[in-house]
């Protein structure tokens, strides 16, 4: 080793000594590039040698790129994601074999040169020489170690991969400086351990580690003579010796790796003919990348923790910082997804749910009080063949997180918010209100959060049968799903103060715009998920405060340094009594209301039923004091199906409904995520009953008791309107009984239909 001065460093003179040799060496290895050692002395005349110990630290610990594992709650693995499948170990645990074999084939002096190998160097000049071109190459162990390191810092861009091996006199000239650094620094032992953990082995195997798992299924450590020549004879040509395709050719080059070790001596003759007369036994492990290996369904869940670390500013400022991180790998990231929830959830979107029907079901579930999302379902399959009918469209979600485009509307799902609007602002829950099954409600009776008003003209509101006219309180009313009463009530609520409630309480576009202030909000026009309705929901089991939905409980790198995470953040919503009455009010729908097909029967529990214009979208959001879970089916792709006449899970349906369909799911994906846990209540609370009297005009009314109630459809005019607010004086003209000949809720003068409008 050169002499240092007492700083540490070599002398100027030294400097350039070891620069100028540096140039020569690498002039006379370019010759086979066709370049004149001459360039390379031009090169260190014209350069400078300020800087010249320096070395970049990637060089000392390059940051390789490794396998991330995803971990569930309990520790149980989800699934490996990796740009580079790597697995980084100490020298310790790489066979000697291993080791031997390596360095027999690339560089046999390895011990006893520096950085550059002079004989190594004349010998493929003169080789070169004779053949008239490049017949032999003469780059080090050292030497080859840093131009990988270039090539893992190059990633996956073509350009930077380019430049990182292109053959010019600068790029050897820099190689061949820093190998000289890199050997003064680190030693042997560490470079040859880091060369073993960063050389390409074929087969998307990087590191010998990897490459042992994907060839052999075993460890680097316990790898056999003959198998650690195999491997070492793959670095030169990973496709030309690749034992999987040509188990002849790569036959042959093993047998040159154990030829040269007993010719170097790091073998005897007779291990080497052993050793060459067994069989190449392979056990292949098949490389299993990404979220679509993941277990139970839980690809989407997957996906979404792979987009948070992607989008969240907690793993970096900038996209770019973002997207290292996670290429670079080598995390272990435990998640919130709880394994016997997701087989519940899994279970449920797919058991009346076939891959293949026109509709599609989404089931999330979310724990009240931390915000943790417990697992994600779907009934097509995480993955790209459509043939398959695979998707990687996540239908949890929103548009940001891999969703829909807009998300789905969400319909009578959304009432309970309204209800809340309306406890919050010191109504009863016995406020009563009458209609026919019709009204048509002035636009300008409701104010947006600027104080301007909704709209011009009259807002036709209308129910799912004709014979639904009559009086509702408000327990009544979410009971059968009335949509007049909730416009109504709205209306005496304040539109503002609804789209104020839907904010705190976690309500969420699928788009990520604004919240619009449209009358129409309170019957589900807005679009939203089925992961941010869960969480509304939650909000009520968790007595009126929301917390935002997480999917990281925590991330460890390799180097076992723990890495900051998003945490949910609660607030206080609602009041904690405003959140009991509505507990106890939704406890009627699935008790005697629209969802009694997905009442549970063992516990507490509460929900309530959707369906949008023309059946496009059913849902069934519901939970008990410790677990929220929302249901949607619907349409996923292309121009939306109404579930009229369709069969779908191989059972034919009239008329898809939120409690027929929607409903049966909740119960089993509720059933199964809940089995042997604890039962706790709803807290207690009395809620004042006000009038409440349906008229019973025909049979239809008790044929239709216990069906859901869709938000809108069409029909004919009808329905006494003479005392919409009982002992309130209202202007006449307020309220109107008909919908001036429109039909299907269709919207007049401007103004809202009374159902889910919009896009589809």
């Known amino acids: 080793m050169a002499n240092k001065r007492s700083g540490g460093g070599l002398t100027g003179t030294q400097q350039a000594a070891k620069f100028l040799g540096v140039s020569v060496l690498s002039g006379a290895v370019l010759a086979g590039l066709a370049l004149p050692a001459a360039g390379a002395l031009g090169l260190a005349a014209k350069g400078t040698v300020e800087g010249f110990d320096e070395i970049p630290s990637n060089l000392k610990t390059p940051p390789l790129s490794q396998r991330t594992t995803i971990l569930d709650a309990n520790g149980g693995q989800i699934a490996t994601v990796y740009s580079r499948d790597r697995t980084v170990v100490p020298l310790k645990d790489i066979s000697p074999n ?83 650094q890199v050997e003064e620094e680190l030693g042997k032992k560490k470079i040859l351990e880091n060369y073993l953990n960063i050389t390409f082995f074929g087969q998307q195997a990087y590191g010998v580690e990897a490459a042992s798992k994907r060839y052999f299924s075993k460890s680097a450590k316990d790898l056999k003579l003959e198998e ?31 030829q040269r070790m007993a010719d170097v001596g790091s073998v005897s003759r007779d291990e080497a003919d052993r050793a060459m007369a067994a069989p190449i036994t392979l056990k292949v492990s098949k490389p299993k990348n990404g979220c679509i290996t993941a277990v139970d369904g839980a690809g989407f869940f997957c996906d979404y923790v792979r987009k948070t670390v992607l989008s969240d500013r907690t793993f970096g400022k900038t996209k770019e910082e973002r997207q290292k991180l996670w290429n670079l790998g080598g995390l272990t990231i435990r998640t919130t997804l709880d394994p016997r929830a997701q087989e519940a959830a899994n279970e449920a979107a797919t058991s009346k749910v076939n891959k293949d029907d026109k509709v599609a079901a989404s089931v999330v579930q979310v724990e009240p009080g931390s915000g943790k999302i417990l697992s994600m379902g779907q009934s097509r399959p995480y993955g790209l063949d459509q043939k398959r009918h695979e998707t990687v469209l996540n239908l949890a979600v929103d548009n940001k997180m891999g969703g829909t485009t807009y998300g789905f509307q969400v319909g009578s799902t959304f009432k309970p918010i309204t209800a809340a609007a309306a406890l919050e602002k010191g109504l009863s829950p016995a406020q009563s209100f009458s209609s026919g099954w019709k009204v048509a409600l002035p636009m300008n009776s409701y104010t947006t959060c600027s104080g301007s008003p909704a709209g011009s003209g009259e807002w036709p509101v209308q129910n799912e049968l004709k014979t639904e006219t009559g009086s509702w309180d408000m327990t009544s009313a979410l009971g059968k799903s009335i949509n007049t009463y909730f416009a109504m009530l709205e209306q005496m609520t304040g539109l503002c103060e609804t789209v104020e409630m839907a904010k705190q309480v976690g309500y969420k576009t699928g788009d990520g715009k604004k919240i619009g202030e449209d009358p129409s909000i309170t019957l589900g026009a807005e679009e939203s998920t089925p992961l941010a309705m869960a969480a509304v929901y939650a909000t009520f089991a968790n007595r009126g405060t929301y917390c935002t939905p997480i999917a990281i409980a925590s991330i460890t790198t390799a180097g076992g340094e723990s890495l900051k995470v998003p945490r949910s953040k609660c607030s206080q919503a609602m009041s904690e009594r405003t959140a009991d009455t509505i507990n106890q009010m939704l406890k009627g729908v699935v008790e005697d209301g629209t969802g009694t097909q997905a009442g549970l029967s063992d516990r507490d529990n509460a929900g309530k039923t959707g369906t949008t214009n023309d059946r496009k979208d059913a849902w069934f959001v519901g939970y008990t004091p410790n677990l929220s879970t929302a249901v949607w089916v619907g349409d996923d792709v292309g121009e939306k199906t109404p579930m009229y006449d369709i069969r779908i899970g191989g059972q034919y349906y009239d008329k898809v409904c939120g409690g027929c ?100």
């Open 98 to 180: 291993m080791q031997k074999a390596i360095v027999a084939i690339e560089d046999a002096r390895f011990y006893d040169h520096g950085a550059v190998d002079l004989k190594g160097v004349l010998r493929a000049l003169n080789r070169n020489a004779q053949e008239g071109g490049v017949a032999q190459g003469a780059s080090t162990l050292t030497q080859q170690y840093v131009k990988n390191v270039f090539v893992e810092e190059a990633g996956d861009d073509p350009d930077k991969v380019a430049e990182a091996t292109q053959q010019t006199l600068g790029r050897k000239v820099r190689e061949l400086k820093y190998a000289i």
């Open 228 to 258: 650690a020549a195999l491997l070492a004879g793959i670095v030169q040509s990973p496709s030309r010796y690749d034992p999987v395709n040509d188990k002849e050719e790569a036959t042959k080059r093993r047998n040159t790796v154990l």
């Open 661 to 760: 369909l929607p409903g049966p799911i909740w119960k089993i994906a509720m059933t199964g995520a809940l089995d042997a846990s604890e039962t706790p209540s709803f807290n207690p609370v009395s809620v004042p009953r006000g009038e409440s009297k349906e008229e019973d005009r025909d049979e239809d009314k008790k044929r239709d008791k216990h069906r859901d109630r869709p938000d809108t459809r069409g029909g004919d005019t009808g329905g006494d309107n003479s005392q919409p607010f009982p002992g309130i004086s209202i202007p006449p003209g307020f309220i109107g009984g008909t919908d001036g000949g429109r039909s299907n809720g269709g919207a007049g003068n401007g103004g809202p239909s009374a159902g889910p409008g919009g896009r589809n």
